[in-house]
């Protein structure tokens, strides 16, 4: 430990230097001892000799440190402030590519060790050097096309002052980054795990280094570490965000057309300065809160959104959403199932009727979802698939030579990402209409709950029972259910986990085989290399990933307030007594429901492509629309009806007030108040400057800012309209409009950190604030095996199925997916990972606007037809 510690000091002493010479040649750009007095002439400081270069340097890290010199060499003859801010900017480069190259050289030399195996190369330490390598290929890039643009009348020399600028600070950062890798290294070099194991936390990690500069990663050089067509859909996003910051935060009185302009107006702001999109885009992450998150991700919700996948999406010929009832059944428990004490009581009293026979089917009590909002709340499901098959529900019958296919052998499951916070199964339904059409099976997605409104475990909750449904209600989906596979997303393939287990461990049937795609396996902030990069991820940044963490794993005390309120209002509402009227009701409710599926079931052309009918299982007399309404208080009054129907409002009847005043008539006030509007107005104009000096007690205000005389308003009030009616009076109300209008459209508003005004919670967005990471480690996450899937028990994981996990050399759960690849491997069961290059986490939503994100849905779909065995 105390070699550790040497360690570390000495590197952050090193830091420093480099950190303090960076600022010195920053002095030299800004003019502060930028020139050497000889003979009463100024001259620029001495440049090293071009063929002084460090022996140990790379290939290409030579070819940039190189290319650095000769531009420091070229610009140091020229005394404008921009020349002179390059040079400054190639010297204090040269030291960052020295410092790189030697870090680079010492992690190389055992990163190796935490891979999953020989043939599958892959962990953080490795993901750092691809992302060091990337910056040096992007600072030659630029270097070569200074060189070729530097002599040329045009040379556009601010525009690259700031590019090299950039890149410098951005191989700064990495240099930090790569030092905390060392120091993760020397906490689990015994141990061989990617996470940090013992008593280090993430907090004391980011107090032994110096604090990392994470605007360079979201300014000019955004998206450096992926391909030309990835990068293009990163940068667009950087600006939506920026943008939308705006509209989100600006005042509540503003209108569309207010907020939609000033978007506009904000997207060409953040497109020609990246700096300040930059500032907007890290502050955002740092300051804003859960609510901004969702309300931003909810972008993909909307209607132009929804219509989007049956335009340009592949052509199915089912597509459902179908609401399951909240009602308690039974499954078959699982042979060879072995159950704990508290399982075989409760095994003994539901067959206590079954007698002896040890043959005899056992079955297992399915809850409905409870946690939070409470029971009793239908479960969205979505059912995708390219053919219409036999048994689907909404299909209907068919006659003649009409006839559906077949049910299929096998069905997908499937469970969406979003950080547990954001997005549904429509968001998602650009690609899984690809995997529809490829895997040639039916695909029900599920639609969990979000946080924070519904934490951890209500949404594995629901995709358990949603799960549980599917095996009861298999040939109402056009399956026999043969093979069922649970795939999943980022947060749905950590839910998709969570369902197996569950199934372990309440003896239900286990799927048959896992798929799991940039799985988040740990749903804790402990420290590991992988982790580090989500303080440059463009679309999982640092702050957001917190956010989403926290509200789904440990909410805040207001939320599970609001929650345990809201169940207990629900109680109240079943616990009341069951008057005619609620009986009334429920009738007509079940015998709506069944007409419903009646129509379904006798109209078999009712669907189209890409048609997005609601089909209902079943009617369950607590239903959402029910729980949801606030019902008017009718005690003593029988006269009150309330009717439940969608288009109709409860009736609520007001007392009549009885008094002595006359009433009043309604349109002649209206006409008062357009007659007073229309004549008593206020314009600066030339022809209306006089103002009466009458006493005080005879001068009133007129309420806008001016002073009237009593006696002489008509007047004053005529003047007025005279100048109004002159072209000059007209102009300027115009320009006075339009200017106001320009304003309202174009302003700029902050962002407060905390729902009190205070003003250490109050930040400006554009601000430029170093803030260290550790400041969002304030909570306490549980260590439970259903939300962090690492944790479960060996004897669990060994029964996990067939496991094939993809992930991503540059996604911040790379190490997640390989240590638990590891740990399924080690317990001797058949899991498969592969790791792809150059994809962003979240690529499968861009499958219709990047060709790589197209190729990697392919790998998906190869890997998913291995696990259903589709030939």
């Avoid at 940039?64 to 801010?85: N, P």
Wanted: glycine share 6%; net charge negative; aromatic share 8%.
């Amino acid at each position: 430990m105390k070699c550790t510690m040497i360690d570390a000091a000495s590197a952050e002493l090193a830091s420093h230097k480099l950190n303090a010479k960076f600022d010195d040649n920053l002095k030299l750009a800004h003019g502060e001892d930028k020139i050497n007095h000889v003979n009463g002439k100024e001259a620029p400081k001495p440049t090293p000799p071009l063929s002084d270069v460090p022996a140990e340097l790379q290939t290409s890290y030579r070819s940039l440190f190189v290319a650095c010199q000769e531009h420091a060499a070229f610009f140091a003859k020229d005394h404008t402030e921009f020349g002179q801010r390059l040079h400054a900017a190639h010297i204090a480069w040269q030291d960052f590519i020295v410092l790189a190259n030697r870090l680079v050289l010492q992690i190389e030399v055992f990163a190796h060790e935490y891979d999953f195996d020989e043939q599958t190369p892959g962990n953080g330490y490795r993901s750092f050097v691809y992302v060091t390598n990337a910056c040096i290929s992007h600072g030659i890039n630029i270097c070569k096309q200074l060189l070729a643009t530097r002599n040329t009348m045009f040379f556009r020399k601010k525009v690259y002052m700031k590019e090299v600028e950039a890149c410098s600070q951005l191989l700064s950062s990495i240099c930090t980054c790569l030092q905390y890798l060392l120091i993760l290294r020397q906490w689990s070099a015994n141990t061989g795990d990617l996470f940090a194991c013992g008593s280090h936390t993430a907090e004391q990690l980011f107090e032994l280094g110096d604090t990392i500069n994470q605007y360079c990663f979201y300014g000019r050089c955004l998206g450096f570490q992926y391909g030309d067509s990835i990068r293009g859909i990163l940068r667009f996003l950087g600006i939506s965000m920026a943008s939308y910051s705006e509209s989100y935060y600006s005042r509540a009185d503003d209108g569309t057309i207010v907020k939609t302009t000033r978007s506009l107006w904000t997207s060409g702001k953040y497109l020609m300065n990246p700096e300040l999109r930059a500032r907007r885009i890290v502050n955002i992450s740092q300051n804003a809160k859960i609510d901004f998150c969702k309300s931003f991700w909810f972008l993909a919700e909307s209607e132009l959104m929804h219509k989007l996948p049956s335009i340009v999406g592949t052509s199915i010929k089912v597509n459902r959403l179908i609401e399951l009832p909240a009602e308690p059944f039974q499954l078959p428990r699982r042979k060879n199932f072995k159950a704990s004490e508290q399982q075989q009581q409760n095994s003994s009293d539901v067959n206590q009727n079954q007698g002896n026979d040890e043959n005899a089917i056992q079955f297992v009590d399915i809850p409905v979802p409870s946690a939070h909002l409470g029971p009793g709340l239908p479960i969205s499901v979505r059912l995708l698939s390219a053919k219409r098959r036999s048994g689907m529900l909404g299909e209907g019958r068919y006659r003649g030579w009409h006839k559906p296919t077949p049910p299929s052998r096998s069905i997908l499951f499937h469970c969406h990402g979003g950080g547990f916070v954001a997005q549904s199964s429509k968001s998602h339904e650009l690609y899984l209409r690809d995997w529809a059409v490829a895997l040639d099976c039916p695909i029900l997605s599920v639609d969990y709950s979000l946080a924070p409104e519904a934490p951890f475990p209500r949404a594995l909750q629901e995709v358990f029972y949603a799960y549980c449904w599917l095996l009861k209600n298999a040939e109402h989906l056009g399956t026999t259910a043969e093979r069922i596979v649970c795939a999943g997303d980022s947060a749905g393939a950590n839910l998709s986990i969570g369902v197996a287990l569950k199934c372990i461990e309440q003896g239900v049937r286990i799927p048959d085989g896992l798929f799991l795609a940039y799985c988040p396996t740990l749903v804790s902030f402990v420290p590991s290399p992988a982790r580090l990069l989500c303080l440059m991820d463009p679309l999982l940044p640092f702050g957001f990933m917190m956010r989403c963490l926290r509200a789904y794993a440990a909410p805040a005390k207001e939320t599970l307030q609001l929650n345990a309120k809201h169940v207990e209002e629900v109680a109240q509402i079943r616990n009341a007594p069951k008057s005619s009227l609620g009986s009334a009701t429920s009738s007509r409710r079940t015998s709506l429901a069944r007409s419903t599926l009646t129509s379904l079931e006798a109209n078999p052309d009712e669907d189209d492509e890409s048609s997005d009918t609601f089909a209902s299982a079943s009617a369950s007399y607590h239903s959402q629309a029910v729980e949801r309404t606030d019902l008017p208080n009718s005690e003593g009054d029988n006269s009150s009806c309330v009717s439940f129907e969608d288009d109709s409002q409860p009736i609520v009847h007001y007392p009549v007030e009885i008094s002595a005043d006359p009433p009043k008539d309604l349109e002649s006030a209206a006409y008062i108040d357009q007659f007073l509007d229309k004549y008593l107005i206020d314009t600066a104009t030339m022809e209306a400057t006089e103002e009466t000096t009458l006493p005080a007690p005879q001068v009133k205000s007129n309420g806008l800012g001016k002073i009237i005389s009593d006696e002489n308003i008509l007047v004053e009030t005529g003047r007025d309209l005279i100048a109004i009616d002159t072209l000059q009076g007209r102009w300027q109300e115009a320009v006075n409009n339009l200017t106001n209008t320009l304003s309202r459209c174009t302003k700029s508003y902050e962002i407060h950190g905390s729902s009190a005004l205070s003003p250490q919670d109050v930040r400006n967005m554009d601000a430029l604030i170093a803030r260290s990471p550790s400041e969002e480690f304030a909570f306490d996450v549980p260590k439970d095996p259903f939300l962090s899937p690492y944790w479960a028990t060996d004897d669990w994981l060994s029964q996990l199925p067939e496991t094939k996990i993809l992930t991503l050399n540059m996604d911040p759960c790379l190490d997640d997916c390989v240590m638990f690849a590891k740990k399924l491997k080690r317990l001797g069961r058949q899991v498969n990972l592969e790791i792809l290059e150059g994809l962003p986490h979240g690529f499968l939503n861009f499958t219709m606007l990047s060709n790589e994100a197209m190729d990697g849905s392919k790998h998906c779909i190869k890997l998913l037809q291995a696990l259903l065995k589709v030939t």
